[in-house]
């Protein structure tokens, strides 16, 4: 399985920007997709996934209620929508698949092991 990012830049504060998260050679239905990012100096933290048979979707409190995630199965992508940029999300945004139909886990203790394919991520700058 192989993961691309894209869509980052740089956006002012309060602005919005969307990122993609396709894949190839293998089909989405079976992977538990998560949006990952890592500010400078800081771990790789876990944000939004979105589970493969039911579409459902959970998030950290960080993000919730500005940032959601959604997938196009005919384009094998999952994207993540974010809203209301503030200057603290600024990071590299990772996207990760688990080989998992049925849920997915993502938050603080979640190991980043579990989400065993990762593209390369791309940055998002939010800054004036």
């Known amino acids: 399985l192989q993961i691309v990012e894209s869509g980052g830049g740089l956006v002012q504060p309060g602005g919005s920007l969307r990122l993609s998260c396709a894949l190839s050679?293998?089909?989405?239905?079976?992977?538990?997709i998560g949006w990952f990012r890592q500010a400078p100096g800081k771990e790789r933290e876990g944000i939004l996934c979105?589970?493969?048979?039911?579409?459902?979707?959970k998030s950290t409190d960080s993000v919730k209620g500005r940032f959601t995630i959604s997938r196009n199965r005919a384009k094998n992508t999952v994207y993540l929508q974010m809203n209301s940029l503030k200057p603290e999300s600024t990071a590299v945004y990772y996207c990760?698949?688990?080989?998992?139909?049925?849920?997915?886990?993502?938050?603080?203790?979640?190991?980043?092991?579990?989400?065993?394919?990762w593209g390369q991520g791309t940055q998002v700058t939010v800054a004036l």
């Open positions: 050679g293998g089909t989405l239905d079976r992977y538990a």
């Open positions: 979105a589970i493969s048979n039911d579409g459902g979707t």
């Open positions: 990760g698949a688990e080989p998992n139909e049925d849920k997915c886990v993502i938050g603080p203790g979640i190991p980043l092991v579990r989400y065993g394919y």
